[in-house]
Each structure stands twice: as C-alpha cells, then as structure tokens.
Antibody, heavy 123, light 111 residues
Framework: EVQLLESGGGLVQPGGSLRLSCAAS????????MSWVRQAPGKGLEWVSA????????YYADSVKGRFTISRDNSKNTLYLQMNSLRAEGTAVYFC????????????????WGQGTLVTVSS | QSALTQPASVSGSPGQSITIPCTGT?????????VSWYQQRPGKAPKLMIY???NRPSGVSNRFSGSKSGNTASLTISGLQGEDEANYHC???????????FGGGTKLTVL
C-alpha cells in the first residue's frame, strides 16, 4: 500500500524558515516524480513544486520561486521542501503528492496524497 | 495566475446525477488532455477520481465520469449516494511556468 507521511509543520514568524519532510513507502520511490501541493484554510488547492524521480529536474510555482527548494533523498525514500522567507500567505496545509511517472512533465496529476502538515506563518 | 472556475456548490438527491463544470482557457483546459478531478472530504487528503479528462483509476466507482468540450471540463456523478458528499477539485496542466493549476473547489451536498 502506498503511504506518504508529512512532517515538519508548525508555527513560524514571517520571514522565517521551515523544512518539511515526506516519508514514502509502498512503492519504488525513485521511479516517480513527486510534488508539494498546499491548501490555505477554507481555500482551494495550489500546486507548489515538483521534482523528477532522480531529483535532477525541479519545478516551482511563481509564488514560491526563489524562496522554496524541493529536494529528495532516494536512499531514504524521503521528499523535502525547504521554505525560506515565509509570508503570511504561506499559511496552509502542505500535502506531499505522488506523480504517475518518472518525469513530471509526463503526467501532471497526483495519484496518491499524504495527510498533510500544517504550516502557520504568524507573529 | 487565476484559478480554474468551478461553482462553489452543487446539490442533488440520492439516485440523481449531477455535473460539475470546470472552466479554463486555451492555455490550460482547452490546450491539453490533462484534466484531473479530486474528491476531498473535510480534514482529509484529496483522492484522485479522474485523470487525463476521462480515465478512472482502479478502484474508483464507474458512477464517476469525466469529459471536456473546448475550455470546459466536467465531472459527472450518476446515482448519487450519501458517501459522495465532499468537495471536488479540478486541475489542469498549464502552459508557461505555472505547470499545474487547480479550480477553487465545489462542495457537493447530497440532499
């Protein structure tokens, strides 16, 4: 059974940093692109970032480009999101999501999601 | 970037059929056969219901179907059941640097 478990969320001040992790199991982690998708309270979903199976290609939404960094450790079956210069609008539940194929551009949908981790940006 | 447009809410009675539209532009919905739909119950993770416009993942009921015409995609749920009550989000691949865009979500109420 595919499982994704996020961690690392919490309360952070505006301008601060936070690192999210997503532990994956039940599939060959290195064979699939992975993404982060967030959902602000009471709002819709917003795609944040994606990474190819090898980690060699990364993609970002304009709203986080230059401030967030996605990475993965295939030896640990773990996906990461380093978030710097956080803003109030970054308050959201952050979901880790699995793509259907190795390359992000070969399938822009998400076939398995974690339960999410809440990030609150507030002073 | 503007989100795809979905109605905030729809409702139907058990056994009926409902359709949720998702309107975009030629840069997203109309330009790619890459529309997907997700079901999300309160406090839970989204679940993939439809991908690539009209394909159902294994395990998803055949009461769920997807289609597209021009810049508008649609999710149809037939034979409504109480367990279908949830929020439904559409998504599409988009040209340019956004890559993927979502709709605002539609709350389905089964009366």
């Amino acid at each position: 059974e595919v499982q994704l478990l996020e961690s690392g969320g919490g309360l952070v001040q505006p301008g601060g940093s936070l690192r999210l992790s997503c532990a994956a199991s039940g599939f060959t982690f290195s064979s699939y692109a992975m993404s982060w998708v967030r959902q602000a309270p009471g709002k819709g979903l917003e795609w944040v970032s994606a990474i190819s199976g090898s980690g060699g290609s990364t993609y970002y939404a304009d709203s986080v480009k230059g401030r967030f960094t996605i990475s993965r450790d295939n030896s640990k079956n773990t996906l990461y999101l380093q978030m710097n210069s956080l803003r109030a609008e970054g308050t959201a539940v952050y979901f880790c999501a699995k793509g259907p194929r190795y390359n992000w551009n070969d399938g822009s949908y998400f076939d398995c999601w974690g339960q999410g981790t809440l990030v609150t940006v507030s002073s | 970037q503007s989100a795809l447009t979905q109605p905030a809410s729809v409702s139907g009675s058990p056994g009926q059929s409902i359709t949720i539209p998702c309107t975009g532009t030629s840069s997203d919905v109309g330009g790619y056969n890459s529309v997907s739909w997700y079901q999300q119950r309160p406090g839970k993770a989204p679940k993939l219901m439809i991908y690539d416009v009209s394909n159902r993942p294994s395990g998803v009921s055949n009461r769920f179907s997807g289609s597209k015409s021009g810049n508008t995609a649609s999710l149809t749920i037939s034979g409504l059941q109480g367990e279908d009550e949830a929020n439904y989000h559409c998504s599409s691949k988009r040209s340019g640097s956004t890559y993927v865009i979502f709709g605002g979500g539609t709350k389905l109420t089964v009366l």
